[in-house]
Protein backbone atom coordinates (compact mmCIF):
# COMPACT_ATOMS: atom_id res chain seq x y z
CA UNK A 1 0.00 0.00 0.00
CA UNK A 2 1.14 3.92 -0.47
CA UNK A 3 0.32 5.80 2.24
CA UNK A 4 0.11 9.65 2.99
CA UNK A 5 1.13 10.46 6.43
CA UNK A 6 0.34 14.52 6.95
CA UNK A 7 2.32 15.69 10.03
CA UNK A 8 4.63 12.44 9.92
CA UNK A 9 7.47 14.08 11.13
CA UNK A 10 5.71 15.09 14.81
CA UNK A 11 5.64 12.83 17.84
CA UNK A 12 2.73 10.56 16.60
CA UNK A 13 3.26 10.93 13.10
CA UNK A 14 6.96 9.82 12.81
CA UNK A 15 5.92 6.74 15.22
CA UNK A 16 3.64 5.37 12.47
CA UNK A 17 5.80 6.32 9.53
CA UNK A 18 8.39 3.87 11.21
CA UNK A 19 5.82 1.21 11.91
CA UNK A 20 4.32 1.52 8.07
CA UNK A 21 7.68 1.02 6.79
CA UNK A 22 8.49 -1.58 9.10
CA UNK A 23 5.37 -3.69 7.40
CA UNK A 24 6.30 -2.96 4.06
CA UNK A 25 3.90 -0.13 3.00
CA UNK A 26 5.34 2.60 0.90
CA UNK A 27 5.02 5.65 2.23
CA UNK A 28 5.06 9.52 1.88
CA UNK A 29 4.58 12.42 3.94
CA UNK A 30 3.41 16.10 3.98
CA UNK A 31 4.20 18.49 6.68
CA UNK A 32 4.75 22.10 6.89
CA UNK A 33 7.41 21.42 9.17
CA UNK A 34 6.12 24.40 11.90
CA UNK A 35 7.70 22.25 15.15
CA UNK A 36 10.29 20.04 13.25
CA UNK A 37 13.91 20.05 13.04
CA UNK A 38 15.52 19.93 9.70
CA UNK A 39 18.83 19.77 8.30
CA UNK A 40 20.25 22.20 6.11
CA UNK A 41 18.88 20.81 2.75
CA UNK A 42 15.33 21.09 5.04
CA UNK A 43 14.87 17.31 5.18
CA UNK A 44 13.15 16.46 8.42
CA UNK A 45 15.58 14.70 11.25
CA UNK A 46 12.71 12.39 12.56
CA UNK A 47 12.43 11.18 9.00
CA UNK A 48 16.55 10.68 8.53
CA UNK A 49 16.55 8.73 11.38
CA UNK A 50 14.03 6.66 10.65
CA UNK A 51 15.25 5.82 7.50
CA UNK A 52 18.65 4.76 8.39
CA UNK A 53 16.96 2.62 11.28
CA UNK A 54 14.59 0.71 9.11
CA UNK A 55 17.10 0.78 6.20
CA UNK A 56 14.16 2.11 3.97
CA UNK A 57 12.72 5.31 2.28
CA UNK A 58 10.31 7.55 2.97
CA UNK A 59 9.24 10.15 0.57
CA UNK A 60 8.91 13.35 2.06
CA UNK A 61 7.59 16.48 0.86
CA UNK A 62 6.89 20.14 2.23
CA UNK A 63 3.45 21.17 1.64
CA UNK A 64 1.18 23.13 4.08
CA UNK A 65 -2.46 21.92 4.28
CA UNK A 66 -3.62 25.03 3.69
CA UNK A 67 -1.70 25.67 0.22
CA UNK A 68 -4.22 23.89 -1.58
CA UNK A 69 -2.13 23.60 -4.79
CA UNK A 70 0.90 21.73 -3.07
CA UNK A 71 -2.15 19.86 -1.93
CA UNK A 72 -3.48 19.24 -5.30
CA UNK A 73 0.17 18.32 -7.23
CA UNK A 74 0.60 16.00 -4.02
CA UNK A 75 -2.23 13.80 -4.74
CA UNK A 76 -2.35 14.10 -8.92
CA UNK A 77 1.26 12.75 -8.77
CA UNK A 78 0.83 9.81 -6.65
CA UNK A 79 -1.35 7.02 -6.33
CA UNK A 80 -2.72 7.03 -2.93
CA UNK A 81 -4.55 4.01 -0.89
CA UNK A 82 -5.12 5.59 2.39
CA UNK A 83 -4.23 8.45 4.37
CA UNK A 84 -3.54 8.81 8.18
CA UNK A 85 -4.12 12.42 8.94
CA UNK A 86 -1.81 13.80 11.90
CA UNK A 87 -0.99 17.10 10.97
CA UNK A 88 -2.82 19.36 13.39
CA UNK A 89 -2.05 22.00 15.88
CA UNK A 90 -2.31 20.77 19.89
CA UNK A 91 -1.49 23.05 22.19
CA UNK A 92 -4.64 23.32 24.32
CA UNK A 93 -3.35 26.67 25.83
CA UNK A 94 -2.38 28.18 22.87
CA UNK A 95 -5.86 27.33 21.49
CA UNK A 96 -7.37 29.27 23.79
CA UNK A 97 -5.03 32.28 23.44
CA UNK A 98 -5.31 31.83 19.27
CA UNK A 99 -8.30 30.04 18.64
CA UNK A 100 -8.36 32.02 15.04
CA UNK A 101 -5.24 30.24 14.68
CA UNK A 102 -6.01 26.98 15.63
CA UNK A 103 -9.97 26.86 14.21
CA UNK A 104 -8.26 27.86 11.06
CA UNK A 105 -5.21 25.76 10.80
CA UNK A 106 -7.07 22.60 12.21
CA UNK A 107 -9.95 23.31 10.30
CA UNK A 108 -9.21 24.75 6.68
CA UNK A 109 -6.06 22.24 6.50
CA UNK A 110 -8.74 19.44 7.19
CA UNK A 111 -11.14 20.59 4.78
CA UNK A 112 -8.12 20.98 2.16
CA UNK A 113 -7.25 17.88 2.66
CA UNK A 114 -10.75 15.88 2.30
CA UNK A 115 -11.63 17.89 -0.92
CA UNK A 116 -8.08 16.76 -2.56
CA UNK A 117 -8.54 13.40 -1.48
CA UNK A 118 -12.19 13.31 -2.81
CA UNK A 119 -10.95 14.46 -6.36
CA UNK A 120 -8.51 12.61 -6.73
CA UNK A 121 -10.65 9.66 -5.21
CA UNK A 122 -8.35 8.28 -2.39
CA UNK A 123 -11.52 7.74 -0.18
CA UNK A 124 -9.55 5.90 3.10
CA UNK A 125 -8.74 7.95 5.72
CA UNK A 126 -7.40 7.32 9.54
CA UNK A 127 -8.12 10.29 11.46
CA UNK A 128 -6.23 11.12 14.57
CA UNK A 129 -8.83 12.62 17.02
CA UNK A 130 -8.62 12.74 20.82
CA UNK A 131 -10.65 11.36 24.14
CA UNK A 132 -10.49 15.24 24.54
CA UNK A 133 -14.32 15.03 22.82
CA UNK A 134 -15.72 14.02 25.91
CA UNK A 135 -15.16 17.46 27.50
CA UNK A 136 -16.73 15.37 30.62
CA UNK A 137 -15.90 13.58 33.91
CA UNK A 138 -17.36 10.45 34.77
CA UNK A 139 -16.00 7.65 37.24
CA UNK A 140 -17.41 5.15 34.42
CA UNK A 141 -14.91 4.72 31.72
CA UNK A 142 -16.07 6.41 28.27
CA UNK A 143 -17.26 4.33 25.60
CA UNK A 144 -17.60 5.84 21.84
CA UNK A 145 -20.47 6.23 21.71
CA UNK A 146 -21.17 8.81 24.70
CA UNK A 147 -21.88 12.00 24.26
CA UNK A 148 -19.35 14.34 22.93
CA UNK A 149 -18.84 17.96 22.50
CA UNK A 150 -20.95 19.64 25.44
CA UNK A 151 -18.45 20.63 28.17
CA UNK A 152 -14.97 20.68 25.86
CA UNK A 153 -12.86 23.69 27.34
CA UNK A 154 -10.61 24.84 24.89
CA UNK A 155 -10.54 25.26 20.98
CA UNK A 156 -8.31 22.98 20.50
CA UNK A 157 -10.43 19.91 21.63
CA UNK A 158 -13.28 21.66 19.59
CA UNK A 159 -11.36 21.44 16.47
CA UNK A 160 -11.29 17.40 16.93
CA UNK A 161 -14.63 17.98 18.15
CA UNK A 162 -15.94 19.87 14.48
CA UNK A 163 -13.64 17.21 12.17
CA UNK A 164 -15.09 14.21 13.64
CA UNK A 165 -18.70 15.56 13.21
CA UNK A 166 -17.71 16.57 9.48
CA UNK A 167 -16.01 13.30 9.00
CA UNK A 168 -18.99 11.49 9.61
CA UNK A 169 -21.30 13.68 7.31
CA UNK A 170 -18.67 13.46 4.52
CA UNK A 171 -18.77 8.84 4.63
CA UNK A 172 -22.72 9.12 5.24
CA UNK A 173 -22.85 11.25 2.04
CA UNK A 174 -20.95 8.62 -0.37
CA UNK A 175 -20.34 5.18 0.37
CA UNK A 176 -16.78 5.11 -1.34
CA UNK A 177 -15.73 6.46 2.06
CA UNK A 178 -13.89 4.73 4.68
CA UNK A 179 -13.30 6.95 7.88
CA UNK A 180 -12.17 5.74 10.83
CA UNK A 181 -11.69 8.35 13.86
CA UNK A 182 -9.27 7.07 16.78
CA UNK A 183 -9.53 9.01 20.13
CA UNK A 184 -6.19 8.96 21.89
CA UNK A 185 -5.77 9.13 25.99
CA UNK A 186 -2.83 11.23 26.76
CA UNK A 187 0.26 9.69 24.99
CA UNK A 188 3.59 9.32 26.84
CA UNK A 189 6.46 7.41 25.90
CA UNK A 190 9.03 6.98 22.90
CA UNK A 191 10.22 4.26 20.38
CA UNK A 192 12.10 2.32 22.60
CA UNK A 193 14.91 2.22 20.32
CA UNK A 194 15.14 5.93 21.60
CA UNK A 195 15.62 7.19 18.04
CA UNK A 196 12.66 8.95 17.84
CA UNK A 197 10.09 10.82 20.58
CA UNK A 198 8.63 13.97 21.20
CA UNK A 199 10.58 17.22 20.57
CA UNK A 200 8.90 19.78 22.59
CA UNK A 201 10.14 22.93 22.25
CA UNK A 202 9.12 25.81 24.78
CA UNK A 203 7.81 25.26 28.33
CA UNK A 204 5.28 22.33 28.76
CA UNK A 205 2.00 22.61 30.08
CA UNK A 206 1.74 18.53 30.23
CA UNK A 207 2.13 16.59 33.20
CA UNK A 208 5.16 14.12 31.96
CA UNK A 209 6.83 16.93 29.96
CA UNK A 210 6.41 18.99 33.26
CA UNK A 211 8.18 15.82 34.97
CA UNK A 212 10.55 15.72 32.36
CA UNK A 213 11.54 19.67 33.31
CA UNK A 214 12.03 18.99 36.63
CA UNK A 215 14.20 15.93 36.23
CA UNK A 216 16.87 18.02 33.95
CA UNK A 217 16.56 20.91 37.16
CA UNK A 218 15.17 23.16 34.46
CA UNK A 219 12.36 23.73 37.03
CA UNK A 220 12.52 22.90 40.78
CA UNK A 221 9.79 20.95 41.89
CA UNK A 222 6.37 19.75 39.98
CA UNK A 223 3.56 21.66 40.68
CA UNK A 224 0.62 19.20 41.42
CA UNK A 225 -3.12 20.70 40.56
CA UNK A 226 -5.01 19.84 43.49
CA UNK A 227 -5.04 16.81 45.74
CA UNK A 228 -8.07 17.41 47.25
CA UNK A 229 -10.20 15.62 44.22
CA UNK A 230 -12.56 12.46 44.94
CA UNK A 231 -10.10 10.19 43.99
CA UNK A 232 -8.55 7.55 45.70
CA UNK A 233 -5.57 9.38 46.73
CA UNK A 234 -7.09 13.13 45.72
CA UNK A 235 -5.15 13.33 42.86
CA UNK A 236 -6.48 13.37 38.84
CA UNK A 237 -6.83 10.21 37.53
CA UNK A 238 -6.05 9.95 33.90
CA UNK A 239 -5.87 7.48 30.90
CA UNK A 240 -2.30 7.46 29.55
CA UNK A 241 -0.95 5.54 26.75
CA UNK A 242 2.76 4.62 24.79
CA UNK A 243 2.63 6.23 21.51
CA UNK A 244 3.88 3.00 19.72
CA UNK A 245 0.67 1.53 20.79
CA UNK A 246 -0.65 4.41 19.20
CA UNK A 247 1.04 4.00 16.14
CA UNK A 248 -0.08 0.23 16.11
CA UNK A 249 -3.90 1.51 16.51
CA UNK A 250 -2.96 3.55 12.90
CA UNK A 251 -1.80 0.55 11.43
CA UNK A 252 -4.76 -2.24 12.56
CA UNK A 253 -6.98 0.64 11.48
CA UNK A 254 -5.82 0.57 7.99
CA UNK A 255 -5.63 -3.25 8.24
CA UNK A 256 -9.72 -3.12 8.89
CA UNK A 257 -10.21 -0.54 5.87
CA UNK A 258 -8.18 -2.83 3.70
CA UNK A 259 -9.51 -5.92 4.97
CA UNK A 260 -13.29 -5.32 5.54
CA UNK A 261 -14.10 -2.40 2.60
CA UNK A 262 -17.11 -0.24 2.97
CA UNK A 263 -16.94 0.40 6.51
CA UNK A 264 -17.78 3.93 6.53
CA UNK A 265 -17.20 5.74 9.42
CA UNK A 266 -16.40 4.68 12.74
CA UNK A 267 -14.72 5.64 15.82
CA UNK A 268 -12.43 4.18 18.49
CA UNK A 269 -10.79 5.07 21.52
CA UNK A 270 -7.49 4.25 22.08
CA UNK A 271 -6.08 4.20 25.39
CA UNK A 272 -5.15 1.45 28.56
CA UNK A 273 -8.89 1.28 29.68
CA UNK A 274 -7.15 1.97 33.23
CA UNK A 275 -6.34 5.42 34.69
CA UNK A 276 -3.61 6.35 36.90
CA UNK A 277 -3.39 8.91 39.39
CA UNK A 278 -0.90 12.21 38.92
CA UNK A 279 1.02 11.11 42.02
CA UNK A 280 1.14 7.33 40.36
CA UNK A 281 2.75 8.43 37.30
CA UNK A 282 5.26 10.32 39.26
CA UNK A 283 6.28 7.29 41.14
CA UNK A 284 6.69 5.82 38.05
CA UNK A 285 8.49 8.55 36.56
CA UNK A 286 10.97 8.55 40.00
CA UNK A 287 11.29 4.95 39.09
CA UNK A 288 12.46 5.19 35.98
CA UNK A 289 14.74 7.77 35.88
CA UNK A 290 16.18 7.19 39.34
CA UNK A 291 15.79 10.63 40.55
CA UNK A 292 13.52 12.16 43.23
CA UNK A 293 10.66 14.70 41.96
CA UNK A 294 9.83 17.43 44.54
CA UNK A 295 6.47 18.44 44.54
CA UNK A 296 4.24 21.67 45.58
CA UNK A 297 -0.02 21.72 45.87
CA UNK A 298 -1.47 23.88 44.51
CA UNK A 299 -4.90 25.14 43.58
CA UNK A 300 -7.24 22.73 40.53
CA UNK A 301 -5.81 24.47 37.52
CA UNK A 302 -8.75 25.77 35.24
CA UNK A 303 -11.32 23.23 33.08
CA UNK A 304 -9.34 20.03 34.81
CA UNK A 305 -11.92 17.03 35.90
CA UNK A 306 -11.25 14.51 38.09
CA UNK A 307 -11.40 11.09 36.14
CA UNK A 308 -10.99 10.66 32.24
CA UNK A 309 -10.68 7.47 31.01
CA UNK A 310 -11.58 5.84 28.03
CA UNK A 311 -12.81 1.90 27.07
CA UNK A 312 -11.04 0.75 24.41
CA UNK A 313 -13.10 -2.56 24.58
CA UNK A 314 -14.19 -1.56 20.69
CA UNK A 315 -10.85 -1.67 19.72
CA UNK A 316 -9.89 -4.66 20.58
CA UNK A 317 -12.20 -6.11 19.06
CA UNK A 318 -12.87 -4.76 15.79
CA UNK A 319 -8.92 -3.16 15.35
CA UNK A 320 -7.74 -6.73 16.76
CA UNK A 321 -5.44 -3.96 18.66
CA UNK A 322 -4.46 -4.34 22.30
CA UNK A 323 -1.41 -2.34 24.08
CA UNK A 324 1.65 -3.70 24.78
CA UNK A 325 3.11 -1.56 26.91
CA UNK A 326 2.17 -0.23 30.43
CA UNK A 327 2.73 2.73 32.41
CA UNK A 328 6.77 1.67 33.54
CA UNK A 329 7.95 0.96 29.97
CA UNK A 330 6.21 4.87 29.29
CA UNK A 331 8.36 5.86 31.72
CA UNK A 332 11.24 3.74 30.58
CA UNK A 333 11.22 5.18 27.07
CA UNK A 334 10.32 8.62 27.99
CA UNK A 335 13.51 8.82 29.87
CA UNK A 336 15.60 6.76 27.39
CA UNK A 337 14.74 9.50 24.55
CA UNK A 338 15.57 11.99 26.88
CA UNK A 339 18.72 10.26 28.06
CA UNK A 340 20.10 9.95 24.10
CA UNK A 341 18.71 12.91 23.02
CA UNK A 342 18.70 15.64 25.88
CA UNK A 343 18.35 18.43 23.20
CA UNK A 344 15.84 16.39 20.86
CA UNK A 345 16.55 15.76 17.46
CA UNK A 346 19.10 18.42 17.64
CA UNK A 347 21.63 16.48 20.01
CA UNK A 348 23.23 14.10 17.55
CA UNK A 349 22.69 15.88 14.12
CA UNK A 350 23.64 19.56 15.44
CA UNK A 351 26.17 19.82 12.54
CA UNK A 352 23.57 19.24 9.70
CA UNK A 353 20.89 21.95 11.58
CA UNK A 354 18.95 24.71 10.04
CA UNK A 355 16.02 25.06 12.90
CA UNK A 356 15.67 24.19 15.95
C1 LIG B 1 -4.46 16.92 27.91
C2 LIG B 1 -5.22 17.94 27.12
C3 LIG B 1 -6.38 17.27 26.44
C4 LIG B 1 -5.94 16.09 25.61
C5 LIG B 1 -5.20 15.14 26.50
C6 LIG B 1 -4.71 13.95 25.71
C7 LIG B 1 -4.85 20.00 28.38
C8 LIG B 1 -5.50 21.03 29.24
N1 LIG B 1 -5.67 18.99 27.99
O1 LIG B 1 -5.28 16.46 28.96
O2 LIG B 1 -7.02 18.21 25.62
O3 LIG B 1 -7.03 15.42 25.08
O4 LIG B 1 -4.10 15.82 27.11
O5 LIG B 1 -3.72 14.34 24.83
O6 LIG B 1 -3.69 20.07 28.04
N2 LIG B 1 -0.94 18.05 36.04
C9 LIG B 1 -0.29 18.44 37.20
N3 LIG B 1 0.83 19.20 37.06
C10 LIG B 1 1.33 19.58 35.83
C11 LIG B 1 0.63 19.18 34.67
C12 LIG B 1 -0.50 18.42 34.82
O7 LIG B 1 -0.70 18.13 38.31
O8 LIG B 1 2.34 20.28 35.80
C13 LIG B 1 -2.13 17.19 36.18
C14 LIG B 1 -3.38 17.85 35.59
O9 LIG B 1 -4.04 18.58 36.55
C15 LIG B 1 -4.14 16.59 35.14
C16 LIG B 1 -3.07 15.55 34.85
O10 LIG B 1 -1.88 16.03 35.46
O11 LIG B 1 -4.90 16.13 36.22
C17 LIG B 1 -2.82 15.37 33.38
O12 LIG B 1 -2.62 16.66 32.80
P1 LIG B 1 -2.12 16.86 31.30
O13 LIG B 1 -0.94 15.99 31.05
O14 LIG B 1 -1.97 18.33 31.08
O15 LIG B 1 -3.31 16.27 30.45
P2 LIG B 1 -4.87 16.68 30.44
O16 LIG B 1 -5.04 18.09 30.79
O17 LIG B 1 -5.64 15.69 31.24
Given at each position: MHILVTGGTGYIGSHCVLELLQSNHTVTVISNLVNSATDYKGQPLSLKRIESFTNKKVNFKKVDLLDLQELEKTLKSENFDAVMHFASLKSVGESCREPLKYYYSNIVGSLNLISVCKKYNVKNLIFSSSV???GTSTHCLLKEDDAIGEKITNPYGQTKYMLEKMFKDIAKSDKDWNIICLRYSILVGAHPSGIIGEDQKGIPNNLVPNIIHVIKGKIPYLTIF??????FDGTCVRDYIHVTDVASANLCALNRIIE????GFEIYNIGMGKGYSVLEVVKAMENASGKKIPLKIMPHRVGDVEYLCCDPTLAAKNLKWSTQFNLEEMCRDVINWQQKNPEG?????HENLKTG
Open positions: TVYGNDFNTEKNIYVNKD
